[in-house]
């Protein structure tokens, strides 16, 4: 399955942004999915997972109760609202399909993702 990242922006602290994940092939509703991001000098780390059905999300502490991961399997994508931005945001994120909505990652491949830089 190919995923193409997109709706990464630059944005100032405290505003929001939503990022979307768009899938080649509908096998796509089948799979845990999850966003990743990375920072410049640092690994990349998982920020939420979502089952394929939808029914059960994940969030790492950093992001809970300002992140909100979700999908649409009608449209073989997968989103990230992201309100209340803060610097330490600032990093490329990517999606990629999980073994469970806390990770491991699944997918041996990762697409270019997109760029969000959040100005203090």
């Known amino acids: 399955v190919r995923l193409v990242e997109s709706g990464g922006g630059l944005v100032q602290a405290g505003g929001s942004l939503r990022l979307s994940c768009a899938a080649s092939d509908a096998t796509f509703r089948l799979d845990t999915m999850g966003w990743y991001r990375q920072a410049p000098g640092k690994q990349r780390e998982l920020v939420a997972g979502?089952?394929?059905?939808?029914?059960?999300?994940n969030y790492e502490d950093f992001v809970k109760g300002r992140f909100t991961i979700s999908r649409d399997n009608d449209v073989n994508t997968m989103y990230l609202q992201m309100t209340n931005l803060k610097p330490e945001d600032t990093a490329v994120y990517y999606c990629?399909?999980?073994?469970?909505?806390?990770?491991?990652?699944?997918?041996?491949?990762w697409g270019q993702g997109t760029q969000v830089t959040v100005s203090s």
């Open positions: 990629n399909s999980l073994w469970s909505v806390s990770g491991p990652v699944r997918g041996t491949s």
């Open positions: 979502i089952t394929g059905p939808g029914d059960r999300t």
